[in-house]
């Protein structure tokens, strides 16, 4: 799948190829390094082998790496 991205509420997006982890599951690197603790990622997926949008969008928040 390509995971169809945007920091900044699709005002701009960005594409990632997933990749085969070796664990029975594909996973994507997303450049998110500079959002800051509340910043949104939206993101849905492109099937290029079905020739389709999975037609939902998806959301994560980001929140502080420092441990309580």
Same mark, same amino acid.
């Given at each position: *799948?390509?995971?169809?991205? @945007? #920091? !900044?509420?699709?005002? %701009?997006? &960005?594409? #990632?190829?997933?990749? !085969? %982890?070796? +664990?029975? &599951?594909?996973?994507? !690197? +997303?450049?998110?390094? /500079? +959002?800051? *603790?509340? @910043?949104? /990622? ?7 082998? *079905? ?7 998806? @959301? /994560?928040?980001?929140? @502080? %790496?420092? &441990?309580?």
């Amino acid at each position: *799948a390509i995971i169809h991205w @945007s #920091a !900044d509420g699709w005002n %701009s997006f &960005m594409d #990632a190829n997933t990749h !085969d %982890s070796g +664990l029975g &599951m594909h996973t994507a !690197d +997303l450049t998110t390094t /500079v +959002l800051t *603790a509340g @910043s949104q /990622v939206w993101f849905t997926f492109y099937w290029p082998e *079905a020739g389709h949008w999975e037609e939902s969008n998806f @959301s /994560v928040t980001i929140i @502080s %790496s420092t &441990m309580c």
